[in-house]
Nanobody, 113 residues
Framework: QVQLVESGGGLVQPGGSLRLSCAAS????????MAWFRQVPGKQRELVAQ???????YYADSVKGRFTISRDDAKNTVYLQMNSLKPEDTAVYYC???????WGQGTQVTVSS
């Protein structure tokens, strides 16, 4: 079992930036892809970004060019740098190991003026 703890959410104005962090209880980055999902009430959870064990990345079209996923193997931490935030980015963001169906508790991101 791996515990995932997200942090870094909050309230930000449109056009602003936030960086989310996901600390894993042990290093599995060399074995499994890590991902960030988001969910708004009444909608399905959607994949935002993923980083493979090889380091290759994937982004949803809606965030491409604005969000960056990265990881620090020494700190067992995955990051999601979010720039040029829009109100439609408002959601609860979850860190995940998709293949193992591990999830963090989520962190709220609200983009509003």
């Amino acid at each position: 079992q791996v515990q995932l703890v997200e942090s870094g959410g909050g309230l930000v104005q449109p056009g602003g930036s936030l960086r989310l962090s996901c600390a894993a209880s042990r290093n599995i980055f060399d074995q499994y892809a890590m991902a960030w999902f988001r969910q708004v009430p009444g909608k399905q959870r959607e994949l935002v970004a993923q980083i493979a064990s090889s380091g290759s990345t994937y982004y949803a079209d809606s965030v491409k060019g604005r969000f960056t996923i990265s990881r620090d193997d020494a700190k067992n931490t995955v990051y999601l740098q979010m720039n040029s935030l829009k109100p439609e980015d408002t959601a609860v963001y979850y860190c995940s190991v998709p293949l193992l169906m591990y999830w963090g508790q989520g962190t709220q991101v609200t983009v509003s003026s």
